[in-house]
C-alpha cells in the first residue's frame, strides 16, 4: 500500500502558475506509476498528467504544453507544475498510483490522495 498526500493548490490569476506536490509513503515509491486527475464540480473526473516508473510522461490534450510532471524518488515525491494557468483548470486536483494498467484510465489506479483544491481566477 501507499498513502498519497497533496498539496500547493490555491487561488491564482488567469496566467499565472501553481506546483503541487504529492507526497508517497507506505511502500517503494519506485513501484508505482503515477497520475494527476482532477474533478470540477459536477463533472466526471479527468485524466491530467502521468509519470511512469522510469520518468516517462504523458498528458492531457488540454494541458499539453502547459502543464509538466517530474518525480522525485528519493524524496518520495511527484510534482505537477502548472503554467499559464486557465479558469477552466479550477478543479479539485488528485494525485494517484498505480503498478500496472493504463495510464490515462482512473481504474488503473490503486491509491489516490484526499486532492488539494486549484482556483484560477479571470
Known amino acids: 500500500q501507499v498513502q498519497l498526500v497533496e498539496s500547493g493548490g490555491g487561488l491564482v490569476q488567469s496566467g499565472g502558475s501553481l506546483r503541487l506536490s504529492c507526497a508517497a509513503s507506505?511502500?517503494?515509491?519506485?513501484?508505482?506509476?503515477m497520475g494527476w486527475f482532477r474533478q470540477a464540480p459536477g463533472k466526471e473526473r479527468e485524466f491530467v498528467a502521468a509519470?511512469?516508473?522510469?520518468?516517462?510522461?504523458y498528458y492531457a490534450d488540454s494541458v499539453k504544453g502547459r502543464f509538466a510532471t517530474s518525480r522525485d524518488n528519493a524524496k518520495n515525491t511527484v510534482y505537477l507544475l502548472m503554467n499559464t494557468l486557465k479558469p477552466e483548470d479550477t478543479a479539485v486536483y488528485y494525485c494517484?498510483?498505480?503498478?500496472?494498467?493504463?495510464?490515462?484510465?482512473?481504474?488503473?489506479?490503486?491509491?489516490w490522495g484526499q486532492g488539494t483544491q486549484v482556483t484560477v481566477s479571470s
Open positions: 494517484a498510483a498505480r503498478e500496472s494498467g493504463t495510464y490515462c484510465s482512473p481504474l488503473s489506479y490503486a491509491y
Open positions: 507506505g511502500r517503494t515509491f519506485s513501484n508505482y506509476a
Open positions: 509519470i511512469n516508473w522510469v520518468g516517462a510522461t
